[in-house]
């Protein structure tokens, strides 16, 4: 599954669901990885789908909620992208 910025998401963070927005997409040594900003306004990088990390995007929720429009994210990602207001979350 290839997520592109913009698109909403839920990462499981040890156990935790939260809902974030994709800010970016990058390859890193042949795995997609991604940069999200959580609804709580933290930002965190370099997360993939993998279930075997502590942190992942969760497929199977994100495809049951957010692909469905059940649950969307608060964060206005197009307004942030509009008045360049995305945080830079990679050095």
């Not at 994709?22 to 709580?40: A, R």
């Amino acid at each position: 599954m290839a997520w592109t910025a913009g698109d909403t998401v839920i990462v499981t963070q040890e156990g935790v669901n939260r809902v974030g927005v994709i800010l970016d997409k990058f390859l890193v040594n042949k795995q997609t990885m991604y940069d999200i900003l959580l609804e709580s306004r933290s930002a965190i990088t370099m997360v993939n789908s993998s279930p075997n990390n502590k942190t992942y995007i969760n497929k199977s929720l994100t495809k049951l909620l957010c692909d469905s429009d059940v649950i969307e994210t608060t964060i206005p990602y197009a307004e942030l992208v509009a008045n360049d207001d995305l945080p830079i979350v990679r050095a």
